[in-house]
């Protein structure tokens, strides 16, 4: 469902916006600034950062270490706010957005894939994946059987009790896949997601992000790995906090 009353009506034209809010646009960052530290320790992690990513694109960012990577993840994934620039995240402004209001949206739109998989390790697979659905307020028994549904479809049917301590690493990352699937997110954002990965069960989890991507999945992945970046439609390289083509 589209949120046609916060949705941006800047640019196209009024006809398009009002088939399509944000004329399908899942990312609009426009002139991002991010810095840390003061005085002679500030250091600038992104400079004037503008680009957009549309409905069911696969977007690699690919930059070396130090590059602003995980300062852009951040703010894309709304985990932390830039200095100045303007942000829409499915055709909301959250600029100027509060916390509160910043992790609804972050637990509607984005399902989030690490490079450590992130899952709670004292939980079942099951649980693990129904966690955000009863965060967006499903009964425990709706969300159980969503993330039974979406844990077959990752081809962890067999595994579903099983605690993330007792999978290998190529079926945790699909426990996560799983948990960034359920829900209707508008976007699978991965940071690194192969990086704690051998080089055969990474390139599966890449097989898949590719699967999920032909039918019809928004994703931006992060890496430092011009390997990995392949594996997306559209690559953008970041160096120095700069966007560089
Ligand atoms: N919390 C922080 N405090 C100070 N400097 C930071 C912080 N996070 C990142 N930086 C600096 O910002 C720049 C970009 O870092 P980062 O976004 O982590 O890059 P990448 O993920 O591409 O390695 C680097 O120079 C880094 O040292
Ligand atoms: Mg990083």
């Not at 004037?48 to 069911?56: M, N, P």
């Not at 967006?136 to 081809?155: D, F, I, M, P």
């Amino acid at each position: 469902m589209r949120n046609t009353a916060l949705a941006a009506g800047n640019g196209g034209s009024a006809r398009a916006a009002a088939s399509e809010p944000n004329n399908g646009r899942i990312i609009q960052m426009s002139r991002i600034y991010k810095s840390y530290g003061k005085g002679q320790n500030k250091i600038t992690a992104l400079s004037d950062i503008s680009f957009e990513v549309g409905r069911g694109e696969f977007v690699a960012i690919l930059g070396p270490s130090g590059s602003g990577k995980t300062t852009l993840m951040n703010i894309i994934g709304l985990m932390d706010a830039a200095d100045s620039g303007e942000y829409a995240l499915d055709g909301v402004d959250v600029s100027n957005a509060r916390e509160n209001s910043l992790a609804r949206l972050r637990n509607a739109k984005i399902g989030f894939v690490f490079q450590k998989f992130n899952l709670i390790p004292k939980y079942s697979a099951l649980y693990n994946v129904a966690l955000p659905l009863m965060l967006q307020g499903r009964s425990y028994r709706a969300a159980k059987s969503e993330a039974r549904e979406t844990l077959e479809r990752v081809g962890l049917g067999d595994r579903m009790k099983h605690k993330p301590s007792e999978l290998s690493g190529g079926q945790t990352q699909r426990v996560a896949i799983a948990r960034a699937l359920v829900g209707g997110c508008s976007l699978i954002l991965a940071d690194e997601p192969t990086g704690a990965l051998d080089q055969k069960t990474g390139a599966e989890v890449l097989d898949f992000m590719q699967e999920l991507n032909a039918e019809g999945r928004t994703i931006v992945m992060i890496t430092h790995d011009v390997n990995i970046a392949a594996r997306a439609r559209r690559i953008v390289h970041v160096e120095d906090g700069r966007i560089v083509y």
